[in-house]
């Protein structure tokens, strides 16, 4: 079993900044890509950041600039630090993790979601 922990979310008024953190644990033999999501209500889900492994970056051209991917393969751990949140970041963020498994199961985890809110 492979469980993807999301924690960081929160309310914040235009400008500010948070800081997402997901954790990986189980059954894990290596990590892939790790990244981030995001879900507004009435849209689809579109991918905000990701990472490889080897720390190659991509990131959705609305949040260029603003946030930074950042992981620590040692603790399967990957963050999404965001800055001069605007009222359109407004979503549920969502951890993914492309993972093999002890028993060479590859295979695309999510997290439960976090709310982030940007509100004045």
């Known amino acids: 079993q492979v469980q993807l922990v999301e924690s960081g979310g929160g309310l914040v008024q235009p400008g500010g900044s948070l800081r997402l953190s997901c954790a990986a644990s189980?059954?894990?033999?290596?990590?892939?890509?790790m990244g981030w999501y995001r879900q507004a209500p009435g849209k689809q889900r579109e991918l905000v950041a990701a990472?490889?492994?080897?720390?190659?970056?991509n990131y959705a051209d609305s949040v260029k600039g603003r946030f930074t991917i950042s992981r620590d393969n040692a603790k399967n751990t990957v963050w999404l630090q965001m800055n001069s949140l605007k009222p359109e970041d407004t979503a549920v963020y969502y951890c993914?993790?492309?993972?093999?498994?002890?028993?060479?199961?590859?295979?695309?985890?999510w997290g439960q979601g976090t709310q982030v809110t940007v509100s004045s």
């Open positions: 993914n993790a492309f993972i093999l498994t002890v028993v060479a199961d590859k295979k695309n985890y």
């Open positions: 189980g059954s894990i033999f290596s990590i892939y890509a």
């Open positions: 990472i490889t492994s080897g720390g190659s970056t």
